[in-house]
């Protein structure tokens, strides 16, 4: 078994919101991701985490607050974004840091 | 500069043909190298994960590395209209520092089969 799961699928939300993107894995896997894609381009690594700790921080606005509660859950809080934001969020999450990752299906958030 | 290039194609071949699909990266130290496909809207989907040089089967599927010419390719034979969606290129970089999964994508290429 090798899934990800994300929710929600789809998210509008004014600029004023707070929202938060849940993701979660039940494969034991250490380490997890977030990651952004626009539209015809590749996906964009946000964030990494290894056990439960922020490993990587690729110099994302504070708009974007990650949270890791536990080995198995991984959250995006949203606040005040713009909608340049809006993306295709996608988290996936790794047996290591050594090897492959696995993706969720996504969150296809818009911004209005 | 660390980077990962691909051709974006599109790459149109006849079902049941023999796609290939090349990958070049610039971080001499790259030690994991992975092929995601992903369809149009979806997420992307492990294909295929190579850590050492030459080839690796796997079904349609085979991944083949060269880390001298710091190349990667994967072919598909009996290609499939299924099979079209953009594959993506992915090399996890030397991190000198420590161990990383930082994966740097290529910008992928567009794969059509025509029936």
């Known amino acids: 078994d090798t899934e990800v799961t994300q929710t929600p699928k789809h998210l509008v939300m004014g600029m004023t919101n707070k929202k938060s993107l849940k993701c979660e894995q039940h494969?034991?896997?250490?380490?997890m991701y977030w990651y952004k894609q626009k539209a015809k381009k590749p996906p964009e690594l946000m964030f990494v985490?290894?056990?439960?700790?922020?490993?990587i921080n690729e110099s994302v606005p504070s708009r974007f607050s990650p949270e890791c509660p536990n080995s198995s859950l991984l959250n995006l809080h949203l606040h005040a974004l713009q909608p340049e934001d809006s993306a295709l969020y996608l988290c996936?999450?790794?047996?290591?840091?050594?090897?492959?990752?696995?993706f969720g299906q996504g969150t296809r958030l818009t911004v209005v | 500069q660390k980077e990962v290039e691909q051709n974006s194609g599109p790459l149109s071949v006849p079902e049941g043909a023999i796609a290939s699909l090349n990958c070049t990266y610039s971080?001499?130290?790259?030690?994991?190298f992975f092929w995601y496909r992903q369809y149009s809207g979806k997420s992307p989907e492990l294909i295929m994960s190579?850590?050492?040089?030459g080839d690796k089967e796997d079904g349609r599927f085979t991944a083949q590395l060269n880390k001298a010419s710091q190349y990667v390719s994967l072919l598909i034979r009996d290609s499939q209209p299924s099979d079209s969606a953009t594959y993506l290129c992915?090399?996890?970089?030397?991190?000198?520092?420590?161990?990383?999964?930082?994966?740097?994508f290529g910008t992928g290429t567009l794969l059509a089969v025509q029936p």
């Open positions: 971080d001499r130290g790259s030690q994991s």
């Open positions: 992915a090399v996890n970089p030397m991190n000198y520092g420590g161990a990383t999964n930082k994966l740097i």
């Open positions: 190579i850590y050492s040089n």
């Open positions: 985490y290894s056990y439960e700790k922020l490993s």
């Open positions: 494969m034991g896997h250490r380490a």
């Open positions: 996936a999450s790794s047996q290591d840091l050594y090897t492959e990752a696995f």
